[in-house]
């Protein structure tokens, strides 16, 4: 992948929050817990999903049911946009009109693959258990045959995407500064809490470590 911007890609409105390296893309791609990927169905109208994703290299793994009928057009090799989106504060100006986040933000075009190969649907379903928390992958039963066959995994190449990331206080226009209004920023972090057992979890059994890690700061 280039870092040059294709023509959908390239970012118009504030371009110097614009990102076109890899390595940005990568890191938001890995960070944000979920996507959601967008494409035309079969019937003409839009769709848009939620979904899982786990980035393996330069490809991009994408989680759904195959009870959704929604996937079916994807799986014939529609063309998806994919976004991920973190959002890292509130951005409170004295304006209504200035109020703002701090964001960081890929949108990614591609069309997506449909993974058959039971090796790669494996490394495919252990990536996506480990974005979901790193070290669960280790530990859980992987997928059988017979679970593979509800589930559907598509792979996307990581050619044509970019990254719009924003930081810092608000911009007020200058006749406002003097207003008597607070400004500034609200941060927002996601942070795991404390671990619930489930219901019918045997006793003896432990906070695995991996979780445990997960709520250190």
Not at 45 to 72: C, E, F, N
Request: aromatic share 6%; net charge negative.
């Amino acid at each position: 992948m280039s870092d040059a911007p294709t023509v959908r890609t390239q970012v118009h409105r504030l371009p110097e929050r614009a990102r076109y390296d890899r390595p940005t893309i990568d890191r938001i791609l890995d960070e944000a817990l979920i996507c959601h990927v967008a494409w035309s169905a079969e019937d003409g109208r839009a769709r848009v999903l939620p979904t899982i994703q786990a980035r393996v290299g330069d490809t991009l793994y994408l989680h759904g049911s195959r009870a959704a009928r929604a996937w079916k057009a994807v799986a014939g090799g529609a063309e998806v946009c994919v976004a991920a989106t973190i959002v890292d504060g509130l951005v409170l100006a004295r304006s209504a009109f200035h109020h703002s986040m701090n964001y960081r933000s890929v949108v990614l075009y591609g069309r997506a693959r449909e993974v058959t190969d039971p090796e790669e649907l494996l490394a495919a379903a252990r990536a996506i258990t480990h974005h979901v928390l790193p070290g669960r992958e280790d530990e859980a039963r992987m997928p059988t045959p017979d679970e593979f066959k509800q589930t559907i995994l598509f792979a996307i190449p990581i050619d044509e995407a970019s990254a719009k990331v924003r930081t810092g206080p608000p911009k007020d226009d200058e006749p406002d500064l003097a207003l008597p209004l607070w400004a500034g920023v609200l941060p927002l972090v996601t942070r795991p809490g404390t671990p619930e057992p489930s219901p019918d979890l045997p006793e003896g059994i432990a906070v695995p470590g991996y979780v445990a890690d997960a709520r250190r700061p």
